[in-house]
């Protein structure tokens, strides 16, 4: 069984701080990796995208990947208070034309 | 503007009735998806399809079926076999198979 692994939450930070959500798979043959944003009642919305290892930048979103461990992150640097929401991690396993998501993680961002 | 819709927002199923939820995309893409999300948990998936005429099962595909006549429509029949309906259903596209999806905005079914 292909997982995906997500701390529930809620994570809660104050304003103006770094949020670090993380994330765990199962499948190390996994070539894809997602992050998408999703608000009470709503669909989700991709955020971040990233395939190799390392880090990606993209505005306050920063996604680390670290294929050895298996594990991948999201950093929300200047945390807004409109950034609350369930951040849901994905992974193509290998070979497979599917997501796998984890459960997501609740994030609040506290004024 | 391109993109993928959903309809309807919010659906009732009365006790041994078959419902239908639509979804229609006009990205051009070849890939779509069903997802069944519940309170609380991730999302599941139920059928997909990478090419009109094909679909395959998802991780719980039971009670649930599809069809993909056209490219642009990826219709979900809930039937009477599912016990458990009620959930938040999303549908998604995407261009190829290793690209990132993009999602309707869901439709809410309940049981009465």
């Known amino acids: 069984q292909k997982e995906v692994e997500q701390n529930s939450g809620p994570l809660s930070v104050p304003e103006g701080a770094i949020a670090s959500l993380n994330c765990t798979y199962s499948?190390?043959?996994?070539?894809?990796f997602f992050w998408y944003r999703q608000y009470s009642g709503k669909s989700p919305e991709l955020i971040m995208s990233?395939?190799?290892?390392g880090d990606k930048e993209d505005g306050r979103f920063t996604a680390q990947l670290n294929k050895a461990s298996q594990y991948v992150s999201l950093l929300i640097r200047d945390s807004q208070p409109s950034d609350s929401a369930t951040y849901l991690c994905?992974?193509?396993?290998?070979?497979?034309?599917?997501?796998?998501f984890g459960a997501g993680t609740r994030l609040a961002v506290h004024p | 503007d391109g993109g993928i819709t959903q309809s309807p927002k919010y659906l009732f199923r009365k006790e041994g009735q078959n419902v239908t939820l639509s979804c229609e995309q006009n990205?051009?893409?070849?890939?779509m998806y069903w997802y069944r999300q519940d309170p609380g948990q991730g999302l599941r998936l139920i059928y997909y399809?990478?090419?009109?005429?094909?679909?395959q099962k998802g991780d719980i595909a039971e009670g649930y079926s599809v069809s993909r006549e056209k490219k642009e429509s990826f219709p979900l029949t809930v039937t009477s076999a599912q016990k458990n309906p009620t959930a938040f259903y999303l549908c998604?596209?995407?261009?190829?198979?290793?690209?990132?999806?993009?999602f309707g905005s869901g439709t809410q079914l309940s049981v009465l």
């Open positions: 998604a596209s995407s261009s190829g198979f290793n690209e990132k999806l993009f």
């Open positions: 990233i395939y190799s290892n």
């Open positions: 499948d190390r043959g996994s070539q894809s």
């Open positions: 990205l051009n893409h070849d890939a």
């Open positions: 399809s990478q090419i009109v005429n094909d679909f």
């Open positions: 994905a992974a193509r396993p290998g070979g497979y034309n599917k997501l796998i």
